[in-house]
């Protein structure tokens, strides 16, 4: 019996990672479809979002057939539960990409008030806080999530740098308001994204200590 929950826990294991990878390319799909004006990108990310959705589901749903036939304890119960806590995460970044990919859909074909440079940078640090925290996750390390707070600090920085500075270009123009707001909400879903990575490293903490942590404080 054990051997099967820990095979059981094994292949949980790879699917919350086969769902993170496709959740990171979503979102970087989803920012450059943005940069490109690729309306056709953007809609495939949109079309794409029930297969991510389906595997919530199903590991959920494992997660908790092992809970009902394993009753795992302790440790072995908190790592189920984390399972649970991070595909919900995970969805959640995936509904973010989803959004930057409607702001897409909206805009497309409009040139782009700026460059986009501090959203894609943004991106690529957020991306980077998810990867850190899945390896922490299989490698049990409560101790590599307490490097995220350097990286969260600086998409929050560059989410207050692209408000003010779109915020300057639609007081001069007002007719930069309507792409202006939906960049910003571009960013905002963004510092979302790293919002949801630093709650990956908090339920890497609680698995392996039994101490919860708030790495936002």
């Not at 997660?63 to 908190?78: G, K």
């Not at 270009?169 to 979302?192: N, T």
Request: charge should be negative; glycine fraction near 4%.
């Amino acid at each position: 019996m054990r051997s099967t929950f820990h095979q059981e826990l094994e292949d949980l294991q790879q699917d919350i990672l086969r769902m993170g990878t496709l959740v990171e390319e979503r979102i970087a799909q989803a920012v450059q479809a943005l940069a490109d004006g690729d309306k056709a990108a953007a809609e495939a990310i949109i079309a794409g979002d029930d297969e991510i959705d389906r595997m919530q589901l199903d590991i959920e749903t494992r997660c908790f057939e092992i809970i009902a036939t394993q009753q795992p304890l302790a440790t072995d119960l908190r790592i189920v539960g984390t399972a649970i806590k991070i595909v919900g995460d995970l969805e959640r970044m995936a509904d973010h990409a989803v959004d930057i990919a409607k702001v897409t859909r909206r805009i497309g074909g409009e040139p782009l008030i700026k460059p986009l440079i501090d959203i894609p940078r943004m991106s690529e640090i957020a991306l980077r806080m998810t990867r850190d925290a899945l390896r922490a996750y299989v490698r049990r390390d409560p101790q590599a999530p307490e490097e995220m707070l350097k990286a969260d600090d600086e998409v929050d920085h560059l989410y207050s740098q692209v408000m003010r500075e779109l915020l300057v270009y639609m007081m001069e123009d007002p007719r930069m308001i309507h792409q202006g707001m939906h960049l910003l909400f571009v960013a905002q879903h963004i510092e979302r994204v790293a919002d949801h990575a630093t709650n990956l490293g908090e339920a890497v903490i609680f698995m392996v200590s039994g101490e919860r942590h708030d790495l936002n404080q």
